[in-house]
């Protein structure tokens, strides 16, 4: 450090230069918020078709009802099966299929899209391989 003396001219620079870092960590912080809100907010109804290609027993079928419920239909026999114990179901029921990794999946309109990405996750873990969403035929003239 020196002293300055008098008369003397101290020679400053100035720095014009914009720091963009809060505004990057705003910006990742609003990020964070709508990845977290937007699912949520969002609602997913599930498609209608007019032609459906579902043939029953061809292949497993996951079915879902409006409560979370879980019932997995093998071979034109149906029984209930608990969230927990998907994965191991699913793995046996493919055991005996070794070439046929494809489920079809039965979810009711009004279930939360969360349980049904849950099962998704449960059956890609158990091996599945291909996911074939059952749709509906639109209804005309027949209430829900």
Do not use: C, W
């Not at 720095?15 to 964070?32: F, G, H, K, R, Y």
């Not at 239909?73 to 179901?89: F, G, I, K, M, S």
């Amino acid at each position: 450090m020196s002293i300055r003396k008098p008369g003397q001219v101290l020679d400053f620079q100035v720095v014009a230069e914009i720091n963009v870092t809060p505004m990057i960590d705003v910006m990742l912080v609003l990020l964070i918020i709508f990845m977290v809100v937007t699912p949520s907010v969002i609602g997913a109804a599930l498609p209608e078709a007019r032609h459906a290609d579902y043939e029953p027993g061809k292949h497993p079928t996951l079915i879902i009802d409006a409560r979370g419920r879980m019932s997995l239909d093998v071979d034109q026999h149906t029984e209930r099966v608990a969230e927990q114990a998907l994965a191991a179901r699913l793995t046996a029921v493919y055991a005996a299929r070794p070439n046929d990794h494809v489920l079809y999946l039965k979810a009711d309109r009004d279930l939360d899209y969360a349980r049904v990405r849950s099962a998704l996750e449960t059956a890609r873990a158990a091996g599945v391989a291909r996911v074939a969403a059952i749709t509906e035929s639109p209804r005309r003239g027949r209430r829900r």
